[in-house]
């Protein structure tokens, strides 16, 4: 036991003492956090938009001040004749251009319609669609409000609530999604280059050779980086919740218990993966590639899986950081308990025990 | 030096596939001695002192490290020996002190135990002022020598050094090999793989590998003698050659 720790105070030694290491370890998940809360967002704020105002009437005036009094809008521009509206998508920052029909007022007096014409600069699509969709509900808003005052004769009014996530806050998808990014990258990243480390130096022979058995060496080698990610995922749920208000609903024992499954399933892998590299280089690549990427584009974190096609679907059905994912969503938002998401924990058992089996049977062939 | 063999080696055979890297070895190491274990590369030397560390397993074959069964009793023949090898095997990131602490520990010593090796030591090498020092800051020269130190910290009854001074100055091989005496004097049985051929001189005895098998086993006189030439070296190429 004193050798064990002599080896796990010698692994401290090496983290603390490397600039690299720590700023792996401390400033990649604050400043992932950070970019992810600000970049990763669907909500739209601030728009610019124009107005072609053909019309220049009361109702014009009134859908118009409505529309800037939102906070997703800034009126930006005035424009005076159709051919200005090519030119400043073009040259602006402007998303949007509406535009009035002449007398605008006084046909929807008289016939009971009249035209405004949403364009939006789709270059970017997403957004486009937003804005449109929030151009359209402020102007309907406003003809309901109008209609009150007289009979319909059927009106059907569907009543939509979004259930969970009532203002659809997009932390609620990236805090998740960048903890198991964190988590997996820290963890499986880490240990596979530590250990990778010691074989490209020739240590690692001098290990084995010693009394320490081979699953002492890796216990040793991984403790250290279960501590430091733990620390981390306690460091983004308390950023998270203090920064961008995401909420832990659940327990938050079951929380920090399912992260330590993650994080034992991360080590897993990345001593399987130490066992196929035998450079730092090589391990970090693996780590990168293997699983930042599919972490972040097959796992649900950004992108829905049930839009995927069917082979990518069954490809992220093995990614690990999906269910995850679906775990600390369930916990941290829907506040749901441990009979919600045994289902899941059970997957992610099985996939370390999977990863240790493998580990166990690669680091014995090596031997040979 | 006496002639009690500890470590035994009985048709020792070790394939990679189709690939046989040590075929039917059969030689003994005697207790005290300092053993030369030479070839070309690729001749099988690694491999063979790989298996005798425990690092490897062979195919088939007696073996006894220390008296103790090379199947059986691993972690027996483990706390009975030193190995270095030709990489270099300290920690650059930890001092001199750091990394003796953490090697003296894995073998179980005591601290009280440690703090008085580590002053003997020092004082022997005549290096106090390095023992806050981080290794990675030191010469190679010193690494060199001191991962010697701490590869027979322990006190154990074989040391096996892997090429123990590639990309070494010549005066650093003399001082590293005037430590290697001093190991051999206090009674540490030495296995040394080498390829240079000055070095084979200062053994006891040397063995010769070529293509995985042992060509010759004596002292280097009685080696030259046979080959009739007057230094390892030609010994070494009329072997090579032969094959």
């Known amino acids: ?368 | 030096m006496t002639n009690k063999p500890i470590i035994k080696v009985e048709n020792l055979v070790k394939k990679f596939g189709n690939f046989v890297a040590n075929d039917h070895l059969n030689f003994e190491v005697y207790e005290g001695e300092i053993f030369g274990f030479l070839g070309a590369n690729g001749a099988g030397k690694t491999t063979a002192i790989r298996i005798l560390c425990g690092l490897s397993t062979p195919t088939s074959g007696n073996l006894n490290v220390a008296g103790f069964d090379i199947y059986k009793q691993t972690e027996l023949i483990k706390r009975n020996i030193g190995y270095m090898s030709q990489k270099f095997s300290l920690y650059e990131n930890l001092t001199l002190k750091e990394n003796i602490r953490f090697y003296a520990g894995i073998y179980g010593l005591s601290s009280k135990e440690i703090n008085k090796r580590m002053d003997n030591l020092l004082e022997t090498l005549k290096i106090g002022d390095l023992r806050d020092k981080l290794i990675g800051s030191l010469p190679l020269g010193w690494k060199q020598k001191l991962a010697f130190s701490v590869a027979i910290f322990h006190r154990p009854r074989i040391v096996f050094l892997d090429e123990p001074t590639g990309g070494v100055d010549p005066i650093t091989r003399r001082q590293f090999w005037d430590l290697i005496y001093q190991a051999a004097n206090d009674g540490i049985t030495i296995f040394v793989t080498t390829h240079y051929m000055d070095e084979a001189e200062y053994c006891d005895r040397v063995s010769i590998m070529v293509d995985g098998r042992i060509e010759a086993l004596d002292t280097p006189a009685g080696l030259k003698k046979t080959y009739k030439v007057s230094n390892m070296d030609e010994v070494f190429l009329k072997l090579a050659r032969a094959s």
């Open chain 1, 1 to 368: 036991m004193k050798q064990f720790l002599g080896f796990i105070k010698k692994e401290f030694y090496h983290i603390f003492r490397d600039p690299r290491t720590l700023l792996v370890l401390f400033g990649i998940p604050v400043a992932q956090l950070l970019i992810f809360g600000y970049v990763v967002t669907t909500e739209v704020k601030n728009i610019s938009v124009a107005i072609l105002d053909r019309s220049k009437d009361d109702v014009t005036r009134e859908i118009t001040q409505k529309i800037i009094e939102s906070d997703y809008f800034t009126l930006t521009q005035n424009l005076q004749s159709d051919t200005q509206i090519e030119e400043v998508f073009k040259t602006g920052n402007i998303k949007e251009v509406i535009v009035f029909e002449p007398n605008f007022a006084q046909k929807l007096g008289r016939d009971g319609t009249a035209q405004i014409q949403l364009i939006a600069d789709a270059s970017d699509a997403n957004t486009a669609n937003l804005i449109v969709n929030y151009t359209s509900a402020i102007i309907s808003d406003y003809v309901q409000k109008q209609n009150k005052l007289q009979l319909m004769p059927m009106q059907i009014k569907p009543e939509v609530r979004m259930v969970f996530n009532e203002s659809l806050q997009s932390v609620y998808m990236f805090v998740p999604g960048t903890m198991a990014l964190i988590l997996m990258l820290v963890s499986a990243m880490m240990t596979s280059i530590s250990i990778a480390r010691e074989k490209e130096l020739g240590t690692m022979e001098v290990l084995l050779v010693s009394p320490l058995k081979p699953a002492q060496i890796i216990i040793g080698k991984v403790i250290p980086y279960v501590a430091l990610a733990f620390i981390n995922a306690v460091t983004i749920i308390v950023l998270g919740n203090l920064i961008f208000g995401m909420p832990v609903n659940g327990s938050l024992t079951l929380l920090l218990a399912e992260s330590l499954l993650f994080i034992s399933l991360a080590l897993s892998l990345g001593i399987l993966i130490s066992t196929i590299a035998k450079t730092q280089q090589v391990a970090m690549f693996i780590s990168l590639f293997a699983l930042m990427l599919p972490t972040i584009m097959l796992s649900g974190f950004i992108f829905p899986i049930e839009n995927m096609p069917v082979v990518l679907q069954m490809i992220s059905h093995i990614m690990p950081p999906k269910y995850f994912i679906i775990i600390i969503k369930n916990i941290m938002i829907k506040g749901t308990g441990f009979g919600f998401v045994w289902k899941e924990t059970l997957v992610l058992i099985a996939m370390m025990m999977v990863f240790i089996l493998l580990s166990v049977k690669k680091f014995k062939i090596r031997l040979q």
